[in-house]
């Protein structure tokens, strides 16, 4: 199976916001469970935010009620929504399909 896609990572002031994306493949993307952790310099890789194939989510605490996940099966996509951004999210963000697949990750830098 090919490794999923991640883009949409930048540079960004505190407080503002991106959207992270993640192309998936494979017939039974609807079946897998996709999630999005993060990296940070000299940090363990850390989940940040899971979504199911039935659509529920979870969060890390240091991020709920800023990130948002969301998935559309049709295109096999998975998204990331982030806001009211911070220093500390700083970090390569990684996509993971089916808690095997994993991306080459996007940088995200949060500074002013």
């Known amino acids: 199976q090919v490794q999923p896609v991640e883009s949409g990572g930048g540079l960004v002031q505190p407080g503002g916001s991106l959207r992270l994306s993640c192309a998936a493949s494979?017939?039974?993307?609807?079946?897998?469970?996709m999630a999005w952790y993060r990296q940070a310099p000299g940090k363990q890789r850390e989940l940040v935010a899971r979504i199911s194939n039935d659509g529920r989510t979870n969060y890390a605490d240091s991020v709920k009620g800023r990130f948002t996940i969301s998935r559309d099966n049709a295109k096999k996509t998975v998204y990331l929504q982030m806001n009211s951004l911070k220093p500390e999210d700083t970090a390569v963000y990684y996509c993971?399909?089916?808690?095997?697949?994993w991306g080459q990750g996007t940088q995200v830098t949060v500074s002013s």
């Open positions: 993971n399909q089916n808690f095997v697949l």
């Open positions: 494979g017939s039974m993307f609807r079946f897998d469970a």
